[in-house]
């Protein structure tokens, strides 16, 4: 389960490059944020809902940037989150067909979790190690994500879950899992409304260029922020 992740500095200008972003009119750029943890609000990336959303900024269909929950809530449920005993923080790549959670979000509401990198414990619960992981060939990626709008306690909002795969050879050794980072290229085809779901491209990001490093174990508590929680270099 990846239940942390880390998301440094990243300019409009950048993400637009990257992601066709149409950038939201008179916001300034994202600030970092170094702990996110569920139920945490952090930006994604998604198109533009043809049911033409209260809040969405871009045309129908254009890359626009928004803030969601980090739990996902499908657009059926209706009880109080209170009442949610499920975990939908992570979507496991074998579920995405078959869990009723997800399956709707797949075909309508796919979407990009801007990130820096993940963090991840090794070790006895009460003495485990959190290590950071990133890509080592650039400095922000996206998590391959799902969204969808749901009414909560009688407020409506996005919320979004990371899709995840087994881990590759490097980060194997501290967690079984990791979220899917997607290749620049695959970005505009995970988003596309109209493209059938392309799970073929949900795979472990290479191990060659995966960075792991210890992290700052004041990680773990939920209330710390800020770039010194990353540690390296």
Sequence with gaps: MTARFFRGDISFSGLAAATGLIPPPGVGDPPGQYNIAPTDFAPILRCADPANYEGDYAPRGAVMLAPAF????????????????????????DRLTTSKSFSGSLRHGRCLVPASGFYAWSGPKGASTPFAIAAGDRPWICFAGLWSRAMIDGSEFDTFTI????????????????????????????????????????RPYPSTITRVWPADPGVGNVRNDGPGLVGGD
Excluded: F, Q
Aim: with cysteine; charged share 20%; glycine share 4%.
């Design 163 to 202: 899709i995840t795969c087994p881990a590759n050879d490097a980060v194997a050794g501290i967690v079984g899992h990791m979220p899917v980072i997607l290749h620049a290229d695959d970005h505009a085809r995970w988003l596309d409304p109209a493209a059938r779901a392309p799970l073929e491209i949900l």
């Design 70 to 93: 980090w739990g996902l809530v499908p657009a059926w449920w209706k009880k109080p989150l209170s009442e949610k005993k499920y975990s939908t923080i992570n979507a496991p790549r």
